[in-house]
């Protein structure tokens, strides 16, 4: 069981980012998706999630500006990050196990993480 995040980098604010989340040794019908990030000196915090059964899930500061989306031939999720700010810096992480219920109550329980990868919003 692996998740892989790439897809950061440098933007300006008001500029749009995707990131991918390439994942193998299980399905979105085995566990949900998401994607979580931590800003400097702050603890992990959710930003979307894919329920097993497709849904999709947003914390309320991306609502309107951030899509997720699965690609199943490709085993990749993505997060389409419109209009950034520079409040949306951090390292992203992508992960599976506990993600939906976490975007309410914390990461404390996701059981799949996958390396991280930097996006920085330049104002």
């Known amino acids: 069981v692996q998740l892989q995040a790439s897809g950061g980098g440098l933007v300006q604010a008001g500029g749009s980012l995707k990131l991918s989340c390439t994942f193998s040794?299980?399905?979105?019908?085995?566990?949900?998706i998401g994607w979580f990030r931590q800003a400097p000196g702050k603890e992990r915090e959710g930003v979307s999630a894919l329920s097993s059964d497709g849904s999709k899930h947003y914390v309320d500061s991306v609502k309107g500006r951030f899509t997720i989306s699965i690609d199943n031939a490709k085993n990749t999720v993505y997060l389409q990050m419109n209009n950034l700010k520079p409040e949306d810096t951090a390292v992203y992480y992508c992960?599976?196990?506990?993600?939906?219920?976490?975007?309410?109550?914390?990461?404390?329980?996701?059981?799949?993480w996958g390396q991280g990868t930097l996006v920085t919003v330049s104002s």
């Open positions: 992960a599976a196990d506990g993600v939906v219920g976490a975007l309410t109550h914390g990461p404390w329980a996701v059981g799949i």
């Open positions: 040794g299980f399905t979105l019908r085995d566990y949900g």
